[in-house]
């Protein structure tokens, strides 16, 4: 029998919250229930740190230069930057252009010849979102007064620019014309080797990150960079991709859905005939025999193909009827960071979370126009965090998965990709991002051979200790404090490095941003590990404890400890008898390590 009985009371929520709902556009998804139309402290840093020498003026770049004083809201220097168009092709008066911003390194010492090129999902989602909220020179967050320095820039540590594409998204202008990623792939290619003549970047390496849907545009467009073959323009030298999109939907969504729930269940706090209902489609559709089988290490074999094709729409739907329940239950969950409560906090780029909320005299920031002239925009452009209109012709991207070419092509080429994951978000889950890995052949086999249980560690620093924080009464630093310590799992095989945030959401360099500058510093080469006790590049002298006492990675366990039997003796046993309605389902979910055990047990 379908879920019927229990839906009066989850309709309401649904039905309260249809027309302010954040889409699902980052990652791809439909939302069904709507029709789609340098010191040791913050405060040395701040008082110290230089405004380098412009280091990418010159007579072409001037038309793009943006006054580092003079971006409305935000009362300090962010430095040299450069903002505004450029054409898809060398086609003389292209009128295809993707609309940038780009950041040179702020260290004054640093002379690397690298740039990172960072991209937001979608399709159609604004780049722009990462640089103001997640990963840029100065960041607004959600429920805050203005903008304050970041110090967890990535532009501290290289070169960045954020890219708003394909055409359709963010400034970007032009005719759609991409029917899929190798389109998308093409097009970027031309602006891109116009930004590198532009700011006369010819020979620098090239790295790629990105989030939720860039877990398709990055991959295809760091392989067809490869398979230019021109290291002048695209010396493609590693990727970082966050909560990304992968492969078969129902795999990251519908099939991982109910050990996320168990895991989390004191965030989703679900009756018991709920919780039955759930539990027992887990077991009829299928789903608790799948991760059971392919969740291992090494993986059995490769998966079925087209397995969302495979199963009934009831199966398919559970992702959508647990978060109808969840909103229920709490009306302000945000299945991009699942320990989200009311109140709902105001957003200057408009979605704070899944629901739309801009109180009245606020202002999506990015659409002033007083914005718009400060970056060289087009201030008759509507901007939208999220493109209402297509960016692919027909509103369906046509290309495979990029796990079945393009991503093996990047980790086998460069020997550096990281696929990284929050534990905390729903939008795309984390054992469905383990489940697309192990279903991934690279370096000539299939997935990971060994279960991820290394620590995951984030140097201390600074802003970390917070008798430090609160003895210097500094604001700034208060608006910018981040963990440290193990916050998650890591672990390298062939070139790909799989790495899960605790605390977390999907948007890692947001909601964790320590854990992403650390990530970047590993992916350009300053440290060695993602285990490393080694402190951060930008504080050198800042005691760490010694590598012997990190024990295990924290957070879920990345595999069935029962089903695979490779647990290890800091883990948690999973039991495999069936629970009773509204106990937790023996998974994947349920093996923690030692390091977490405590804090986890307060809430069974």
Known sequence: MRWQTFTSGLLLSAAA?????????????KDKSTPRDEG????????????PAPKFANENTTKFSVNGTGIPDVDFDVGESYAGYLPISDKANDTNELFFWFFPSSTPNNTEKEILLWLNGGPGCSSFEGLLQENGPFSWQYGTLKPVPNPWAWNRLTNVVWVEQPVGTGFSRGEVTARGEEDVAAQFLGFWKNFMTTFALEGYKVYIAGESYAGAYCPYIASAMLDANDTAYYDMSGMIIYDPVLGDDVVQSAATTVPFVDYHRNLMTFNDTFSAYIHGLHDTCGFADYNAKYLTYPPPGPQPPDYAGSVGDECEGLWEVVLNEALSVNPCFDVYQVATTCPLLWDVLGFPGSIGYLPAGGEVYFDREDVKRAIHADVAHTWEECASGDVFVGGRDTSDPSTWRVLPHVIDSTQNVIIGHGTLDM??????????IQNTTWGGQLGFQSPPVEPFFVPFHSLSTADEIFSESDETALGSIAAAGVLGTAHTERGLTYVSVDLSGHMIPQYAPSAGFRHLEFLLGRVDSLSSVAPFSTEPDYPQPPADTLGNGTGPATFDNAASGNGTTDSVAA??????????????????????????????
């Open 17 to 29: 919250v249809a027309e302010a709902r954040r889409s699902f556009q980052h990652v791809g998804k």
């Open 40 to 51: 040791s402290s913050l405060a040395h840093y701040l008082a110290t740190r230089q405004v």
């Open 427 to 436: 939008i795309l889950l984390p054992n469905g991002t383990l489940l697309s």
């Open 575 to 604: 039991t495999t008898d069936k629970p009773s309605a509204g106990a937790t389902l023996a998974s994947s979910y349920v093996a923690i390590s030692a390091v977490a055990a405590a804090s986890m047990l307060m809430n069974l």
